[in-house]
């Protein structure tokens, strides 16, 4: 890639495999606002950024190159190739299987896909919030509890944002606070994780450094938190990129591959990390992204 600053934003072009559409709309994050196509203000890392992509060049607004350096270079995974990622998927399950064209086109149409790095406990409440939700509705509720309770992030276009509250700040909100932003059954869950959080103020640096199983069990005795969710805190929040989140979507492209038929997620968690390995969190990405835009359904031969 190639980096030069201008007027204060910063320049990227020969960046291989970024596609801020595909990035922000493949639902590992929620706190960002689309503003035109391919153009849009993001709210993460107590940061704001407005980000722009025209063709190859990647436009960051307003950022200072220290800024892009300590931020926004890690947190869109720029310095991973991704392309030795795709080609290992491909050709390592056709090795596997030799069904690999679906993975193949899904690659083919979405390669633009990079997982972000994303702040764990607002991952771990985003996702929460997630269960049994659009994802229209979840950045809503998203946006009206920064509002209601974050900091002011900032202004861009005439428009203010707001950081999604810390750990403190939302232990403060009372389950019925909660219930007014729309979060519904989810209220006690984000209570309780706040409590267990503020009892273990160290439970992200010990996770980091823990396997994948070892993070889902300890996350799993957060009420709420299933194995779906805790996935998606592991895979995006976590580093941990052998993790493959199953939900609905994920299901139903891996049975209209492999099995042909309704399949257990156990059946599939087994699958996947026997062909996708240490890499199952980017084919989940990118499997992902393929069966929602192209409505999925088992049925389909």
């Not at 790095?117 to 049994?132: A, M």
């Not at 209601?148 to 900032?154: H, I």
């Amino acid at each position: 890639m190639r980096i030069t600053e201008k007027d204060n934003n910063i320049i990227l072009e020969e960046m291989e495999s970024f596609d801020i559409e595909q990035i922000l709309e493949c639902g590992q994050c929620f706190h960002f606002e689309q503003l035109d196509v391919k153009e849009y203000v993001i709210v993460a890392k107590r940061h704001l950024l407005h980000i722009k992509q025209i063709n190859d060049q990647i436009i960051f607004f307003q950022t200072s190159m220290e800024t892009f350096h300590t931020v926004w270079r890690p947190y869109f995974d720029l310095d991973r190739n991704y392309n030795e990622i795709k080609s290992w998927l491909i050709t390592n399950e056709k090795t596997l299987l030799n069904r690999s064209a679906e993975l193949e086109k899904a690659i083919t149409e979405y390669g633009g896909i990079r997982i972000l790095n994303q702040d764990f406990f607002e991952t771990l409440i985003s996702f929460i919030i997630s269960q049994n939700k659009q994802i229209p509705h979840i950045k809503q509720i998203i946006n009206t509890i920064s509002i209601k309770y974050g900091d002011l992030a900032g202004e861009i276009c005439g428009k203010s944002y707001y950081h999604f509250p810390t750990l403190l700040q939302l232990a403060k909100v009372t389950e019925n606070e909660l219930r007014l932003c729309k979060t519904g059954f989810r209220a006690p869950y984000i209570v309780d994780a706040c409590e267990k959080l503020l009892k273990e103020i160290v439970l992200e640096s010990r996770l980091l450094h823990a396997d994948s199983n070892q993070t889902m069990e300890e996350l799993m005795l957060i009420k709420g938190v299933g194995i779906k969710v805790a996935s998606c805190v592991a895979l995006f929040s976590l580093s941990q990129r052998n993790v493959f989140p199953i939900d609905v979507w994920v299901k139903r492209i891996m049975e209209k591959i492999y099995f042909e038929k309704e399949t257990k997620k156990e059946e599939i968690a087994s699958l996947a990390k026997q062909l996708y390995g240490s890499f199952g969190g980017y084919a989940q990405q990118y499997l992902f992204y393929y069966a929602r835009e192209n409505n999925i359904k088992v049925d389909e031969r």
